[in-house]
């Protein structure tokens, strides 16, 4: 029997409890599994991801995650990373230095406490793997699959941080809202969309998320995407930080993702809750 914990990750909302962000299931104590048991545990959960708390093997760091999508396992994600390291410090952890520091298949990623907030984490953004224009054809696809005319669509890029995201800047928060995805026509991608709401709003873009190619059909609330989003749209001149992310509405969720820019860190953050702890039973084969 091992310690496991479900995380609610970017939600904050007072006295509402989890179930308005995403959860994310954690095994601790996990150094004894095999990648096989693993994944049937992640595919079983049916969760967008389940992690696992192992011992680090690089000096630097406190833990090591391995971060399992319910079909395949993950370099690095976002919403996995804030709810396993909350998830490490509720079981009693304690970080060597200033920061968390997770060791993971993208290598080593930085995790902070807001003092001002309970429970609120971020992580720096780890660098793109892959970045720049998206080739004519593939934006031909992506338009076909979200039912979307040429001219509805500002910009596009690759913003790829392990998962591999390809993202859509629309004109309006209104119309990534109105998405209706043909999934058929999006299989074996990943997919960020993301649009502006007007000024004054609450947040300043709504995003959806479109994770096909990990087997989920739409992600709430999705921390790898919002991290590329936001190195793409300052870089871009699309975003001034910081600024607040909404997303999951369309599924009925109210996730905020926080968004800092300091020197050239790019910090993405929110509420992490933890809704569920308690011991699973996993053989180790």
Request: glycine share 12%; charged share 20%; aromatic share 6%.
């Amino acid at each position: 029997m091992l310690p496991f914990s479900q995380v609610d990750v970017f939600t904050d909302e007072p006295g509402a409890g989890p179930g308005l962000g995403n959860p994310v299931a954690v095994v601790h104590d996990a150094e004894g599994l095999s990648e096989a048991r693993m994944q049937s545990f992640a595919r079983w959960t049916n969760l967008s991801e389940t992690t696992f708390l192992l011992p680090p093997q690089d000096a630097s760091a406190d833990y090591r995650l391995r971060i399992f999508t319910p079909s395949r396992e993950l370099p690095f994600a976002g919403h996995p990373t804030l709810g396993s390291a909350r998830a490490w410090l509720e079981a009693g952890g304690t970080p060597r230095g200033e920061h968390l520091v997770q060791e993971c298949g993208a290598g080593l990623v930085r995790v902070r406490r807001d003092p001002a907030v309970v429970g609120r984490l971020a992580f720096a953004a780890p660098p793109l793997v892959r970045s720049g224009p998206v080739d004519a054809e593939l934006l031909a696809r992506l338009r076909r699959g979200l039912h979307l005319a040429e001219d509805d669509v500002v910009d596009a890029a690759w913003t790829d941080n392990g998962p591999g995201w390809v993202s859509l800047l629309l004109r309006d928060a209104a119309a990534v809202l109105a998405l209706a995805p043909d999934l058929a026509e999006l299989e074996g991608l990943d997919l960020g969309v993301v649009g502006p709401h007007p000024p004054g709003a609450e947040a300043a873009f709504e995003v959806r998320a479109f994770a096909v190619g990990a087997g989920v059909d739409e992600d709430p609330v999705t921390g790898s995407l919002n991290a590329g989003l936001a190195q793409w749209l300052l870089a871009a001149g699309h975003a001034r930080a910081p600024y607040v992310a909404a997303q999951g509405t369309a599924l009925g969720r109210r996730g905020r993702v926080h968004v800092e820019a300091e020197g050239e860190d790019v910090w993405v953050g929110g509420g992490t809750l933890v809704g569920v702890t308690g011991r699973v039973a996993l053989s180790p084969a």
